[in-house]
């Protein structure tokens, strides 16, 4: 497994990602009460901006990430293991149906097949699991400054369309942000920044 990751992570909590991550928990909290039996699943964790404001409010985080170097700096954090698992690798190689609750931010763009990836959530989480996912709206390749991706942003209704023929029912889809960036050297490009939030029926 290629870790795209492993020369970032080191310098990867800068004063931007953290103020990103930050404003997703914000508004993922306006909108869900974690509860403090769930048992809670990130996607594409990183570094832990996101995952780690979570641990405290319910019983258990899994972590998980495809990139080992990513994790690595989590691990770092950590000042306890008691509720934290860690799952170094896809999604799908999480396997036990346990989960009450996933959230991701800015992961699914780069994830290659969402239709199994939502097959395998609906598979692992219980009845009434909560799903929140962060990401960027439909964009023109420039977020990533062009570089070959996955996805290059989601159209919410195709996304919710997938989700609803994967078994979920989506309850919202709606932008909670506007992030600026450099799209090209010297221009600043806006991207919206939607929330899905979807329960397993």
Not at 41 to 66: M, N, R, S, Y
Not at 110 to 135: E, Q, R
Not at 157 to 168: C, H, Q, R, V, Y
């Amino acid at each position: 497994m290629t870790d795209n990751f492993a020369n970032r992570a080191a310098d990867w909590d800068q004063p931007s990602k953290i103020e990103m991550t930050d404003i997703f928990v914000s508004a993922m909290l306006k909108k869900i009460t974690p509860k403090k039996h769930w048992k809670a699943l990130e996607i594409g964790a990183g570094t832990g901006l996101v995952g780690l404001q979570i641990v405290p409010k319910v019983k258990t985080v899994v972590f998980e990430d495809t990139s080992e170097a990513m994790l690595s700096v989590l691990k770092e954090k950590l000042t306890s293991n008691k509720n934290v698992e860690i799952v170094h690798g896809e999604i799908t190689d999480y396997t036990e149906q346990d989960i009450d609750f996933v959230f991701s931010c800015m992961a699914f763009h780069h994830i290659p097949d969402i239709d199994s990836t939502l097959k395998h959530l609906y598979h692992i989480s219980n009845s009434g699991a909560t799903i929140v996912i962060g990401d960027i709206r439909t964009e023109d390749g420039s977020f990533h400054h062009f570089e070959p991706i996955p996805h290059q942003g989601f159209d919410t209704d195709e996304l919710s369309g997938k989700f609803t023929n994967a078994g979920f029912k989506v309850l919202s889809a709606e932008t909670y942000h506007v992030l600026k960036r450099e799209r090209l050297p010297g221009v600043i490009g806006e991207y919206e920044q939607f929330m899905l939030i979807a329960e397993k029926k």
